[in-house]
């Protein structure tokens, strides 16, 4: 279904690109026709993108909606507190130093 509806999408952006390009001062010859196909190639990577961007949207939307039923049917059990110590640092080693750098 996804296809489908993506090949619709870009078919319908493809057709508007098309018209536009169809609708300028030289029609579809200006430049040896390259107008006309570079609006029939942008409209179809646009759509292709519209159809993604949409069926992420979707996805996200189903998502959440599946995780708020879950949330709501469990609820979450209180958590246990747990004491923690803290022990003191110990000071770095220090390297002796060597040649050089011990002067």
């Keep these: 279904m996804g296809?489908?509806?993506?090949a619709a999408?870009?078919?319908?952006?493809?057709?508007?690109?098309?018209?536009?390009?169809?609708?300028?001062?030289?029609g579809a010859a200006g430049n040896g026709g390259q107008y006309?196909?570079?609006h029939v190639l942008l409209g179809l990577g646009l759509g292709h993108s519209i159809a993604i961007l949409l069926r992420?949207?979707?996805?996200?939307?189903?998502?959440r909606r599946?995780?708020?039923?879950?949330a709501a049917v469990t609820a979450p059990e209180p958590a246990?507190?747990?004491t923690v110590t803290?022990?003191?640092?110990?000071p770095p080693a220090?390297?002796?130093?060597?040649?050089?750098?011990a002067a």
């Excluded at 803290?86 to 110990?90: A, G």
């Design 80 to 82: 246990q507190l747990a």
């Design 66 to 70: 599946s995780a708020r039923k879950e």
């Design 9 to 26: 999408t870009a078919l319908a952006v493809t057709v508007a690109g098309a018209a536009a390009a169809l609708s300028a001062p030289f």
């Design 94 to 101: 220090m390297a002796p130093l060597r040649g050089r750098h």
């Design 56 to 63: 992420m949207a979707t996805r996200r939307l189903i998502a």
């Design 3 to 6: 296809t489908v509806f993506s």
């Design 36 to 38: 006309l196909a570079g």
């Design 86 to 90: 803290v022990l003191p640092t110990r």
